[in-house]
């Protein structure tokens, strides 16, 4: 009996620690959340100079008032603009090999922090990416004059969420989104399904209840490979997705797919821009009011 009354106690203790940690890894995903989502980096470690392009040191603000910055990259032969939401880590300073390649596409490149991150000021949040979206896409459509119709919003990762939440109350050229999830919920329960974690889900970015309201051409590209945010992701968001629309297919992880084959991915933006843009330097080209 004395062996069994032990045995008992022991069962109850492992019990007891194992809700213990359960209970408080719950709390960790609901206290930290967004130390789970954004990887802000606030140093500027290169600029598009140091690639030998000129560019436009730009400060404009959010609807809230919160002071953001980006740079305005044009190009030769600029056939229309892209408005560039980038991903969850680091700053627009690390995303200078995608604005070289847009430039070689005929595209200028108007890329922005998201308040917390580089010379943005704020703290990040998922209303506050959108805000910050909207304010770019004023920035081009206002004080640039561009037309929306020259307007590719693109978005890679998380910027995929904010550049679908932005196509879908805008109306632009077209919309790419790549390397992306259908929704916050989803890619939590894809990393951690050893959690109950979608009603935890503060942040939604709820790409695949959104994309059917972009009124434009859609590209979606993603590649097999992708260590961090899974294929069928893309999937479904593409069939999501409104006609006229086009799947591009990369080998490569999450942060490789551009570097492993440039080649195939360049051609095939190209031919998408194309379509919706003319070829560059065609008389498409005037893109300003």
């Known amino acids: 009996m004395m062996v069994k009354a032990i045995l008992v106690r022991v069962v109850w203790r492992i019990i007891v620690i194992a809700v213990c940690v359960f209970v408080g890894l719950i709390l960790i995903v609901v206290i930290f959340q967004s130390r789970f989502i954004?990887?802000?980096?606030?140093?500027?470690?290169?600029?598009?100079?140091?690639?030998?392009?000129?560019?436009?040191?730009?400060?404009?603000?959010?609807?809230?008032?919160?002071?953001?910055?980006?740079?305005?990259?044009?190009?030769?032969?600029?056939?229309?603009?892209?408005?560039f939401c980038h991903?969850?880590?680091?700053?627009?300073?690390?995303?200078?090999?995608?604005?070289?390649?847009?430039?070689?596409?005929?595209?200028?490149t108007f890329i922005f922090d998201y308040r917390g991150y580089g010379h943005s000021a704020g703290k990040v949040s998922e209303t506050g990416t959108y805000l910050d979206a909207a304010a770019a896409w004023g920035y081009l459509t206002d004080r640039r004059a561009i037309l929306p119709e020259r307007i590719v919003i693109f978005g890679r990762s998380i910027g995929g969420a904010v550049a679908v939440h932005l196509a879908a109350r805008t109306e632009p050229a077209a919309l790419i989104a790549e390397s992306t999830f259908t929704s916050m919920g989803d890619l939590a329960a894809d990393l951690y399904p050893?959690?109950?974690?979608?009603?935890?889900?503060?942040?939604?970015?709820?790409?695949i209840g959104k994309i059917g309201s972009a009124g434009c051409p859609v590209m979606v590209i993603h590649s097999r490979d992708d260590e961090l945010i899974?294929?069928?992701?893309?999937?479904?968001?593409?069939?999501a997705a409104p006609e006229p629309k086009q799947f591009l297919e990369l080998t490569?992880?999450?942060n490789e797919?551009?570097?492993?084959?440039?080649?195939?991915?360049?051609?095939?933006?190209?031919?998408?821009?194309?379509?919706?843009?003319?070829?560059?330097?065609?008389s498409t080209a005037n893109h300003s009011r």
């Open 252 to 254: 490569g992880g999450h």
């Open 194 to 207: 050893y959690l109950p974690i979608r009603p935890l889900i503060r942040t939604k970015y709820n790409s």
């Open 257 to 282: 797919a551009l570097a492993d084959d440039p080649q195939t991915y360049q051609a095939a933006v190209d031919a998408f821009l194309s379509k919706v843009l003319g070829p560059v330097g065609g």
């Open 38 to 83: 954004y990887y802000p980096t606030r140093r500027i470690a290169d600029t598009p100079r140091d690639i030998l392009l000129d560019y436009e040191d730009v400060t404009f603000t959010a609807s809230d008032g919160v002071k953001l910055h980006g740079w305005f990259v044009p190009a030769t032969n600029q056939r229309g603009v892209v408005l």
């Open 230 to 239: 899974g294929f069928e992701h893309s999937r479904r968001l593409f069939e």
């Open 87 to 108: 991903g969850n880590a680091g700053n627009i300073s690390h995303r200078l090999q995608s604005i070289q390649l847009f430039g070689e596409l005929g595209m200028g």
